[in-house]
């Protein structure tokens, strides 16, 4: 069973800056993508940024050019690096796997921004 754990969440003021980590129990070399998700509350769940296994990468346009996706195969972790960090950016952050046709996902770390 895949175990993926988020760390690095917390509070901030407006323009501040935080960095998640998702540690996975298993290799993510060849996790066909892994991502970051964002609920804030009373919403759905919506795909922040997302790195495959060629390195290719999305971003959501509500983050993009604040917020960076990378991924450390040898530590079989996934980061995204929040800069410029807004109120609206509060929320649940979940890391997601999707390798060999499951769907996997973390606890979950809350990021609260203040104005």
């Known amino acids: 069973q895949v175990q993926l754990v988020e760390s690095g969440g917390g509070s901030v003021q407006a323009g501040g800056s935080l960095r998640l980590s998702c540690v996975s129990s298993?290799?993510?070399?060849?996790?066909?993508?892994m991502a970051w998700f964002r609920q804030r509350p009373g919403k759905s769940r919506d795909v922040i940024a997302r790195?495959?296994?060629?390195?290719?990468?999305f971003v959501n346009d509500s983050v993009n050019g604040r917020f960076t996706i990378s991924r450390d195969n040898a530590k079989n972790t996934v980061s995204l690096q929040m800069d410029r960090l807004e109120p609206s950016d509060t929320g649940a952050y979940y890391c997601?796997?999707?390798?060999?046709?499951?769907?996997?996902w973390g606890q979950g770390t809350q990021v609260t921004v203040s104005s």
């Open positions: 997601h796997m999707f390798k060999d046709g499951m769907n996997s």
């Open positions: 298993v290799t993510i070399s060849n996790a066909n993508t």
């Open positions: 790195i495959d296994m060629y390195d290719r990468i």
